[in-house]
């Protein structure tokens, strides 16, 4: 019985003993290269409706519950969640700059009362980016040590099978607008197109490509025109002039399409003016670079793309102008992108 009572005593020694040799912070750190533009992967840890739909805590419990603060994405933004299989918890933007780090709060994971979370970007190339995910415990009560020493071991494990998550995401996901900003030239991608309403004139041509680009310049000088000179808008304040293909019809070698420029609020049309609303939708796209003549090329990149990648196309395209032909001096730096939408 004493040398059961002395055991016992040297087991409660022992327990209250061993946190002191037991880490007071827990902290984890996996690093992952991608092959994409810094832009495109932050928005995926700055949008937190983008991020709940990878990270790996709620990913493997489809009855898991998540409720949203606003905003989605920025500082401030965030969620918490309830999960039957992960502890349930709790996070949100502290601070960021973009394409370079977020800090988030974060509470829950058996990490303690509340931890912190960052995410660095570092630009290896134009199209190559390192993530480096870290996450750090505040200190941690006294015997709350085991439970977070051993619950959060495998923490390491969970950050990089998020990455792995991610990149899996990375390849088949649509962008989101901001993601598309990030966009390369002839980088292939689905992007979901938000919507837009267009002052326009429409036109029917040949498909002679100086006929095109005739009617093209005609009708976008025109707008341009009627929107500064008449209606008193700032240059500033109009957006990417925008050519909308309805159709191309190769046997009748006719083409239909609208030129304009996307408006915000109702305006008075002249004569041979209309509005044309470009739905929203999933859309393939790609920057062209290069001259208008050599468009079509990149169209049938892209159209072989989605054939090798199971994607059903419509009939209609559009493309943006992202810079002005006037002030760019080599034709090769045009930059148009091109839209088609998915069925």
Request: aromatic content about 12%; some cysteine; charged content about 25%.
């Amino acid at each position: 019985m004493k040398r059961f009572a002395q055991l016992l005593i040297l087991i409660v020694l022992i327990i209250l003993i061993i946190p002191i040799f037991l880490p007071d912070k827990i902290t984890s750190s996996v690093e992952k290269e991608f092959n994409v533009p810094a832009g495109i992967v932050y928005e995926e840890f700055n949008n937190m409706k983008e991020f709940s739909e990878w990270e790996p805590w709620t990913n493997l419990d489809s009855l898991a519950k998540q409720e949203f603060f606003a905003p989605y994405r920025g500082n401030g933004a965030g969620y918490k969640w309830e999960s039957q299989i992960e502890e349930s918890g709790e996070i949100s933007i502290s601070q960021s700059e973009p394409n370079k780090f977020i800090d988030y709060d974060l509470k829950g994971l058996s990490l303690g009362k509340s931890s912190n979370m960052k995410v660095e970007f570092t630009q290896l190339d134009e199209s190559k980016t390192n993530i480096k995910w870290t996450i750090e415990s505040h200190k941690i009560g006294y015997f709350s040590r085991y439970y977070s020493y051993f619950t959060s071991s495998k923490l390491n494990d969970k950050l990089n099978h998020g990455l792995t998550l991610l990149e899996e995401r990375l390849k088949t996901s649509s962008l989101t607008p901001e993601q598309a900003d990030a966009l390369l030239p002839n980088m292939i991608k689905t992007e979901i197109f938000q919507g837009d309403k267009l002052i326009t004139v429409l036109n029917e041509t040949s498909l002679e490509k100086e006929e095109i680009r005739t009617a093209t310049e005609e009708s976008l000088g025109l707008l341009y025109s009627y929107l500064t000179d008449f209606l008193k808008i700032a240059p500033q304040k109009i957006g990417n002039p925008v050519s909308y293909y309805e159709y191309v019809d190769l046997a009748a070698k006719k083409s239909k399409f609208y030129c304009g420029y996307p408006i915000t609020e109702s305006v008075k049309l002249q004569d041979g003016m209309r509005l044309y609303s470009i739905p929203a939708g999933s859309t393939l796209v790609c920057i062209h670079e290069g001259t208008y003549e050599t468009i079509q090329s990149t169209i049938e990149k892209m159209k072989k793309y989605a054939k090798e990648n199971k994607i059903t196309l419509g009939n209609s395209y559009w493309e943006e102008y992202l810079n002005d032909p006037e002030v760019i001096k080599d034709k090769a730096k045009l930059l148009t992108k091109i839209y088609i939408p998915i069925k």
